[in-house]
C-alpha cells in the first residue's frame, strides 16, 4: 500500500518568505507528527496530532510556524516569514496511535537562502 | 542534559564483527523504546521495538536497562550494509511524543 508522501520534496525561498509543507499520511492512521531535522542533527519533535484531539504543540519553535490537520488525513506545516535558521529536512510521520510505530515520508528539504 | 544521549560514533567495524550501541534516557517515567536505521538523506525506519525482557531479530538484539536507564543494541556478523545511522527513541508515559536521540553512526567496512 502506499506510504506516507510529502510534497514539495526540494523547497528553495527566499528569508522572509512564507512556505507550506504537505504530508499525506497512510489512510486510516490516526496519529500524525512534524520533526525537524538539521544537518547532522537528530530529530526534533514539531507537532503532534491525533485523531479529533487538540494537537500537541509544544515543540514548535516560534508563532511563526503553524500546522493544521483537515479531516483527520492531508497536515500542512506552514512557516511564516522564514529565516536561515529554518534550513533543514522536515518529516513527517504517521502511525495507528498509541505508542506504536511510526512510519516515516520522505521529508521535505527547505533551503532558506 | 537531553532527553536521550547517544555516543555519535563513527563505530567504524570490519564485516563479521559485533557492535553494541546504548544509549541514555534521562526520564526515569519513559515507557517505550525504539531503534529506527536511517541511511544517508533517507528517512528513518523502524528497526525493533525495546522490551522490557529484550528481544532479538535475527542478527539484531536489543536490551532495556531500566535501572541505570539505558538501551542497547547489538549487532551481530556485521554487513556492509547495516551502514546506516541508528536512532534510539524514548516514549514518555503519559504522552505520545517520540524523544528521537541524535543517532549512533555505523560504518561496516569490508
Known amino acids: 500500500g502506499a506510504g506516507v508522501s510529502q510534497s514539495p520534496s526540494n523547497k528553495v525561498t527566499e528569508k522572509g518568505k512564507d512556505v507550506e509543507l504537505r504530508c499525506d499520511p497512510i489512510s486510516g492512521h490516526t496519529a500524525l507528527y512534524w520533526y525537524r531535522q538539521s544537518l547532522g542533527q537528530g530529530l526534533e519533535f514539531l507537532i503532534y496530532?491525533?485523531?479529533?484531539?487538540?494537537?500537541?504543540k509544544s515543540g514548535l519553535p516560534s508563532d511563526r510556524f503553524s500546522a493544521e490537520r483537515t479531516g483527520g488525513s492531508v497536515s500542512t506545516l506552514t512557516i511564516q516569514r522564514t529565516q536561515q535558521e529554518d534550513s533543514a529536512v522536515y518529516l513527517c510521520a504517521s502511525g495507528p496511535g498509541g505508542r506504536h510505530e511510526q512510519f516515516f515520508g520522505p521529508g521535505t528539504r527547505l533551503t532558506v537562502l | 542534559r537531553k532527553e536521550v544521549e547517544q555516543d555519535p560514533g563513527p563505530f567504524n567495524v570490519p564485516e563479521g564483527a559485533t557492535v553494541a550501541f546504548n544509549c541514555t534516557y534521562s526520564n526515569s517515567a519513559s515507557q517505550s523504546f525504539f531503534w529506527y536505521r536511517q541511511d544517508c538523506r533517507k528517512e528513518p525506519k523502524l528497526l525493533m521495538s525495546?522490551?522490557?525482557s529484550g528481544n532479538e531479530d535475527g542478527r539484531f538484539t536489543a536490551q532495556l536497562n531500566r535501572a541505570s536507564q539505558y538501551i542497547s543494541l547489538l549487532i551481530r556478523d556485521s554487513k556492509l550494509s547495516d551502514s546506516a545511522t541508528y536512532l534510539c527513541v524514548a516514549i514518555l508515559s503519559g504522552t505520545y511524543k517520540y524523544i528521537f536521540g541524535t543517532g549512533t553512526r555505523l560504518k561496516v567496512l569490508a
Open positions: 496530532f491525533q485523531g479529533n484531539s487538540a494537537p500537541d
Open positions: 525495546v522490551y522490557s
